[in-house]
């Protein structure tokens, strides 16, 4: 023979279920379908309601997201915008300073040149100048040299 079971504790009885169930022990089915039919149309009117609170819940959520993403994505654009003006605008900046730097230096090569043929003007009348004097000193030097 088997042996027999413990019986459970007050306490392991109560434990081994979180819910609750309610037995309604006075439901009397109903014998009419007239009946059954009224009540299935409750219940189908109930769960079309009930969906539509879901699907006006689904609607207000998915429009809120997409309202978040929009309202993230035109965010990202103007920070994305702003930081390329930035950029632009230090751009420009070096541009400006380069352009700046580069008629500088055509200046000051263009003084250069101008000093230079200066330069080249007063040797070369040094160098004419010189060669007179030289021409002259021969001739005072030479008198008996025939002229040219």
Not at 1 to 10: G, I
Not at 86 to 110: G, P, S, V, W
Request: include cysteine.
């Amino acid at each position: 023979m088997a042996p027999r079971r413990k019986e459970p504790t007050p306490t392991e009885a109560d434990s081994g279920s979180d819910v609750e169930l309610n037995f309604n022990f006075n439901y009397k089915p109903s014998t009419s379908v007239p009946q059954a039919m009224e009540s299935i149309d409750r219940w189908k009117s109930k769960r079309a309601e009930i969906q539509k609170g879901i699907d006006k819940d689904y609607t207000e959520r998915l429009t809120g997201l997409k309202n978040k993403i929009k309202k993230h994505y035109h965010d990202e654009t103007r920070k994305m915008s702003s930081h390329n003006q930035q950029q632009l605008q230090r751009l420009i900046a070096a541009l400006e300073k380069r352009i700046t730097c580069e008629e500088e230096i055509r200046n000051r090569i263009d003084s250069l040149r101008d000093d230079c043929a200066h330069m080249a003007m007063l040797i070369d009348a040094i160098y004419a100048g010189r060669k007179e004097a030289a021409a002259q000193s021969a001739k005072v030097a030479n008198p008996s040299q025939p002229k040219n």
